[in-house]
């Protein structure tokens, strides 16, 4: 079954954030954010959202643990490609590292040529190991991922298309307001997705440098209450489960 991806126009809960400027980070999101997909009897269903990144020469797929909650199994799940292909995740001989106190999970992916076909698609950012990176002193933050309420099956085909969004903290940095109305950055009110499926993405926080802006990964997002908030757990958090890659 193909898996198509399609664009998407961010959506901002009154964050002032200018239109060219969330497009240009909605773009960049793109890269690094996809879905899990999980094959259940020949056929993808969306899953859970995850992003890529490197540490110490490792690739590390990190996502929300509570996916594995229901019986699914690493063999089970498959990743897309550009082309509308997927690829098992079993072919990318992988690793589950599971945080024993909070909701992330990360993949560990060997090298090779399932691993290269797959970074031919998809970015993955670099993490520095050395690196005990501070809060992000700024309060805009930017959420990507892929909601079951934004995929249709057409002509034998899985469409997907990403929800983006930009809010402020709402009682905490990992904890973001949403609500079941946004502002589209075209200037459109619309109705929110329910964020299904978008558990594991990355929430970010924006920073400002100079005329650019800079992505910083400041939590995982893993619960939301659709007319209140959605919450991430810490990235400090993921960081501690990256340190195991090492020794595990």
């Given at each position: 079954?193909?898996?198509?991806?399609?664009?998407?126009?961010?959506?901002?809960?009154?964050?002032?954030?200018?239109?060219e400027?969330?497009?240009?980070?909605?773009?960049?999101?793109?890269?690094?954010?996809?879905?899990?997909?999980?094959?259940?009897?020949?056929?993808?269903?969306?899953?859970?959202?995850?992003?890529?990144?490197?540490?110490?020469?490792?690739?590390?797929?990190?996502?929300?643990?509570?996916?594995?909650?229901?019986?699914?199994?690493?063999?089970?799940?498959?990743?897309?490609?550009?082309?509308?292909?997927h690829?098992?995740?079993?072919?990318?001989?992988?690793?589950?590292?599971?945080?024993?106190?909070?909701?992330?999970?990360?993949i560990?992916?060997?090298?090779?040529?399932?691993?290269?076909r797959?970074?031919?698609?998809?970015?993955?950012?670099?993490?520095?190991?050395?690196?005990?990176?501070?809060?992000?002193?700024?309060?805009l933050?930017?959420?990507?991922?892929?909601?079951?309420?934004?995929?249709?099956?057409?002509?034998?085909?899985?469409?997907?298309?990403?929800?983006?969004?930009?809010?402020?903290?709402?009682?905490?940095?990992?904890?973001?307001?949403?609500?079941?109305?946004?502002?589209?950055?075209?200037?459109?009110?619309?109705?929110?997705?329910?964020?299904?499926?978008?558990?594991?993405?990355?929430?970010?926080?924006?920073?400002?440098?100079?005329?650019?802006?800079?992505?910083?990964?400041?939590?995982?997002?893993?619960?939301?209450?659709?007319?209140?908030?959605?919450?991430?757990?810490?990235?400090?958090?993921?960081?501690?489960?990256?340190?195991?890659?090492?020794?595990?």
């Amino acid at each position: 079954m193909p898996f198509l991806r399609h664009p998407t126009e961010p959506l901002d809960f009154a964050t002032g954030v200018a239109p060219e400027r969330a497009r240009r980070i909605a773009a960049a999101l793109a890269q690094h954010v996809l879905p899990l997909l999980v094959l259940r009897d020949g056929r993808l269903e969306p899953l859970a959202s995850g992003a890529l990144y490197w540490w110490r020469g490792h690739l590390a797929l990190l996502t929300c643990r509570h996916l594995f909650d229901s019986g699914v199994a690493l063999g089970d799940l498959a990743l897309p490609l550009a082309d509308g292909r997927h690829l098992p995740l079993a072919a990318l001989r992988p690793r589950l590292l599971e945080h024993p106190q909070h909701d992330i999970a990360i993949i560990a992916l060997a090298a090779g040529a399932a691993r290269a076909r797959l970074l031919r698609c998809w970015a993955a950012l670099p993490l520095a190991a050395d690196e005990s990176a501070p809060p992000c002193a700024s309060d805009l933050f930017v959420l990507a991922g892929y909601p079951y309420a934004q995929m249709r099956r057409h002509d034998g085909a899985l469409h997907a298309r990403p929800v983006v969004f930009f809010s402020r903290a709402a009682d905490a940095p990992a904890r973001l307001h949403y609500a079941r109305l946004a502002q589209r950055i075209d200037g459109l009110a619309v109705h929110t997705p329910a964020l299904d499926g978008v558990s594991g993405a990355t929430l970010w926080a924006v920073r400002d440098e100079g005329k650019a802006c800079a992505l910083q990964p400041a939590g995982v997002q893993c619960a939301f209450k659709h007319d209140a908030y959605a919450r991430g757990e810490p990235f400090a958090a993921a960081r501690d489960l990256l340190a195991r890659l090492a020794t595990h």
